[in-house]
């Protein structure tokens, strides 16, 4: 029945956007909760005109169509149920498959999804240049990768690796910068002190203190990452 599949088609498809990239409620329904809601919709639509057209064949199709839509409906109401759960799963997916992808609600505020790891992965800009970091609390200063500092228009040739620092590996130096722009999404902070670890020292950049305690707060939110700029401040020196 090409109108049943096409409507079924267009509530699934609302379903899986909303579960991927919305962050607000709807209508007083959380994100996950209305995208069920909608897929429930298609898929019910779905099923009912496999017994309509089970029907049409024989009685005995149609009988079978109404057992296993039974069935299917039953597994939907036992997931739904669990939404919690699978909103945990869903937030892992999107963290290891968009690797450092985040969203920017209306607000301004940018959420990023926790990794399988445990971990945030942020994208960002370095003096305009693309950038990926770790959310790292435990960092006092944003550090770069020395792989990446040439690409991120950092003066590799002038750097000095005279500050002692901690690594899981052990101490090793690294050098004093100050990046002059640093983005995150809408969140642009300038003059940004910074280090740059000697090569092989880390396999990531580091999104420290020295950015975020600039901002006007940050938060973990069961497995989103949640950063807040400062009210009415696009960018700022520090």
Known sequence: MPG???VSSLLLGAAFLIALVREEPIADLEPLEAA???????????????II???RRHWTYGVQSVAVSGGILVAL????????ELQTVLDRAIGDISLGRTVVTPEGEVVAARRSDGS???????NGHEARFIFDTGAST???RAENAAALGIKTDALNYSIPVSTANGTALAAPIVIERLSVGPITERNVRALVARSGVLHANLLGMTFL????????????????????EVSRSG
Not at 36 to 50: D, E, H, V
Not at 77 to 84: D, F, I, M, N, P
């Open 36 to 50: 069920m809601l909608l897929g429930l919709g298609g898929l019910c639509l779905i099923l009912a005109g496999s």
């Open 120 to 126: 945030f992965i942020v994208s960002g800009k370095v």
């Open 77 to 84: 109401l036992v997931a739904y149920g669990s939404r919690s």
């Open 53 to 55: 057209d089970g029907f």
């Open 4 to 6: 049943i599949g096409a």
């Open 142 to 144: 944003v550090v770069l």
């Open 213 to 232: 305690e600039r901002l006007a707060s940050y938060e973990v939110r069961g497995n989103r990452l949640i950063l807040r700029g400062k009210d009415g």
